[in-house]
């Protein structure tokens, strides 16, 4: 087996294919695949199966695929759901390697356990799946356009995987318009078998693919997808299009985690997480899959944008600013390298403003000096257009200018502002594959992700680590609330979790008399806080069930019974657990620390900064876990409320290595004990540099389902 063997190489290669349900029908699916097989040139050999039709696109048709005499690699299935079982087992016996299940009525038809059926029956028979519901598979290494979608797919390096069919299809039209050559595209509707991860991790190493794009609708197997992704971006840039940024996936709201933690905001800083490059659209993803193809690597992060107004100049600069470029700033040298190739009222400062009254030849010599400076590593070109402005003696220059940056393999964008014959320029010029846009935006968002792309190559590999948080104490905590009837941990069991796993909580000591309460205050020292512990009362402070700030014996006493009875009056049938007298921790910075099992990637971890900036702000990332150091740091910095950590108005920087210390090993609770569903610890106090953290509050949610 050779090295980095994903065992697909058949799928993208087949040497041979069957089509189950080849027609002559014109307008059958049959046909269509037929048709697309046969005028694509497929280079292997392709048999038509037809039970009625001894002869199908002129070829010899078999009745059964079993009475083929040469090997099967692939088969495409196109014949209707209810007799798919069938020819699958036959598929089997005929030794076939992939089946390509076209078929619809499956599982998204709610035929799901025939679909299951199917899928085992492939299985068992050694084969591997892609579908079923799906429009078919493109591979250009064997000229194979096995789908019912146009012909005359056009070559080239940009893999397409998809999860709707129809946009699939219209895909391959929007790649011929613009200009995209396709090494593969795969359709994998319901992903039965094969799924995103599969097919990604083959095309990391294909050398016929230089990006891939994704459309994904759902996410199944997302913490296998995600260990895909984090592999394959580190080698090519990976462009994700997912639908549907509604919250509607969010758990329903058992914690504040549950209700941040949208389906949309979680997809968004997992991909940022594994390096993705997620496009709000098609038309952004497309633009940047064809920019980032053919654009060579920058070798350092000094953009410079040379433009001949001012005013699209400021807008590229508050897009660079957005999409994180980094703009030259050394006037000195600027000056040297451009002030030969502007009027004396231009700026050097880039933006270079070479202004409107500069000439063709200036605007030429402006970027022409841009790309002969060592110091330049990226060029962003900006034309408004000017009463002299002529059409094609621009194309030409640009032309001229872009093959230069080619050779020199230094990438270069092109932004146009004017009428329709700006327009028409821009249409001539993409169409020879230069990176021409109408919009500012668009043109430095492709930028922004190629220089995340570059980052992704770059970035260093830390070690992702599960710190020992005592999972054996923690799981017998666990293991007896649940044999209790519980989904939740009361408050001492929450903060003996906490403990085992070596975070910072308070003093303190369940109480069930007042002499207790007074005993535990007297250890604990005062000021001490009071809480009702009972499984009937989740919210404790609506129920009046916490008094604060008591200083003393008497004021604990009093408090002991005002909390009785006001938790009898909130529910008299309440079953009180005791009084938790704690220690009354000092104010610090309210941080918010959340982790949870996210339906689609498993373990998420959350963060935030308390109060208002998680209650009206939501101001909190995620990251999927486990995590490495370096990734708890970005998550902290993701937050709009970071500055705050640093410290502000001359207070001193908060103890941020405790409060990684913390979130690490939250995270680490989360994914070593599969029983604990939730964990939130809101809020979480950070103090000063060197004076740690210390959790306030914690709730913990468990699940019986799980295994330790
Ligand atoms: N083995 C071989 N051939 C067979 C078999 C069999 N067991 N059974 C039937 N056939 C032949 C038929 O005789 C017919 O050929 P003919 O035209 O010469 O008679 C051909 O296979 C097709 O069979 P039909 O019964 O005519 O089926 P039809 O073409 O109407 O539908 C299809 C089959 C297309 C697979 C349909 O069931 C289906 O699933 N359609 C939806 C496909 C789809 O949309 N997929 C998702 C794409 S993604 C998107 O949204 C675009």
Redesign the pocket.
């Known amino acids: 087996m050779k090295e980095n063997d994903t065992g697909m190489d058949l799928f993208f290669e087949p040497g041979s294919v069957a089509v ?6 014109v307008g ?4 269509k695949l037929m048709d697309n097989i046969v005028s694509g040139s497929y280079e292997g050999k392709l048999y038509p ?5 001894p002869e ?1 696109f002129g070829m010899k048709a078999y ?2 695929i079993t009475e083929i005499e040469g090997p099967v690699d692939m088969a495409v ?5 209810t ?1 798919v079982l ?2 699958v087992e036959k598929c089997a016996k005929k030794g076939v390697k992939f089946l390509v299940m ?4 499956f599982s998204e038809a709610g035929n799901i356990e025939l679909e299951r059926k199917v899928i085992k029956a492939a299985r068992d028979g050694g084969m591997r799946v892609l ?5 078919g598979l493109y591979s250009s290494r064997v000229s194979l356009n096995a789908t ?1 979608g146009p012909k005359g797919v056009k070559k080239g390096s940009v893999a397409i995987i998809t999860q ?3 946009l ?2 219209a895909m391959i039209g929007m790649t011929a318009t613009e200009g995209i050559g396709l090494s593969s595209i795969i ?1 994998v ?1 319901n992903k039965g078998d094969l799924d995103e991860a599969d097919l990604l991790d083959h095309l990391a190493e294909d050398v016929n693919t230089k990006a891939i794009m994704a459309y994904i609708e759902g996410i199944t197997r997302g913490e296998r997808m995600l260990e895909s992704l984090r592999r394959v971006t580190r080698k090519k840039p990976v462009i994700v299009i997912k639908s549907g940024r509604s919250r509607r996936g969010a758990m329903a709201a058992a914690s504040h985690t549950g209700s941040l933690a949208g389906s949309d905001e979680v997809f968004d800083a997992v991909m940022r997480q594994c390096g993705v490059l997620r496009a709000e659209n098609l038309e952004e993803g497309f633009n940047w899959l064809k920019f980032i193809a053919d654009a060579p690597l920058p070798s350092g992060k000094d953009t410079v944008i040379v433009t001949n107004g001012g005013g699209i100049g400021v807008m590229a600069t508050d897009a660079c600013e957005k999409y994180g470029i980094e703009l030259l700033d050394e006037p000195e040298l600027m000056r040297n390298i451009f002030s030969s190739s502007m009027p004396s009222f231009g700026s050097c400062k880039n933006p270079i403003d070479i202004t409107g009254q500069a000439s063709e030849v200036n605007y030429k010599d402006a970027l022409l000096a841009g790309l002969e400076s060592d110091r330049v590593h990226a060029m962003m070109a900006l034309y408004c257009q000017t009463a002299d402005f002529d059409k094609a003696s621009y194309s030409e220059m640009i032309t001229l200018i872009h093959n230069e940056y080619m050779r020199k393999h230094k990438p270069i964008a092109y932004s146009l502002v004017g009428g329709e014959e700006v327009s028409e320029c821009i249409k001539e010029l993409r169409s020879r594959g230069i990176p021409a846009f109408q919009g500012v935006y668009e043109m430095v968002s492709c930028f922004g992700a190629l220089y995340r792309f570059r980052e992704n190559l770059l970035r260093e590999e830390q070690e992702r680590v599960s710190i020992d948080t005592g999972s054996i104490q923690i799981g017998k905590i666990v293991d007896a609330a649940l044999a209790d009837g519980r989904d939740f941990l009361l408050s001492h069991e929450a903060r003996a979790v906490l403990e085992a796993a070596g975070i910072p909580t308070p003093k303190s000591r369940i109480a069930h008399t007042i002499e207790e309460a007074m005993e535990a205050a007297e250890m604990i020292g005062y000021p001490v806080v009071m809480k009702i512990v009972s499984r009937d009362i989740l919210h404790k402070s609506d129920a009046g069930g916490v008094a604060l700030d008591l200083e003393d014996q008497e004021e604990v006493m009093d408090a002991y019974q005002l909390i009785i009875r006001n938790a009898r009056n909130y529910d008299p049938h309440a079953r009180i657990d005791g009084i938790e007298v704690s220690e009354m921790v000092h104010k610090g910075l309210e941080t918010i620390i959340g982790a949870r099992r996210d339906r689609s990637f498993g373990p998420i971890l959350m963060f935030g900064l308390g109060g208002i900036y998680v209650e009206v702000m939501k101001d909190v990332s995620f990251r999927a876990l486990p995590i490495s150091r370096g990734e708890a740091i970005s998550l902290l910095k993701e937050v709009r409320s970071y500055p705050l950590l640093l410290g502000v108005r001359g207070e001193e920087s908060k103890d941020i290595e405790a409060l990684i210390d913390s979130m690490m090993r939250v995270g680490s609770i989360l994914s070593s004990v599969k029983r604990i569903t939730d964990i939130e610890i809101n809020p979480l106090f950070v103090y000063e540099r060197g004076k740690g953290v210390k959790v306030v509050d914690i709730r913990i949610m468990v699940a019986r389902d799980r295994e330790v």
Not at 20 to 25: C, D, L, P, Q, V
């Open positions: 189950i349900g080849a027609s002559n029908t059958k699916i049959g046909y199966i037809n039970p009625r039709d199908v009745k059964n299935i196109a014949i209707p759901a007799f069938d020819e076209i078929t619809s009525g579908g079923p519901n799906i429009f019912f709707s069919g129809a699939g299809i359709s509707g």
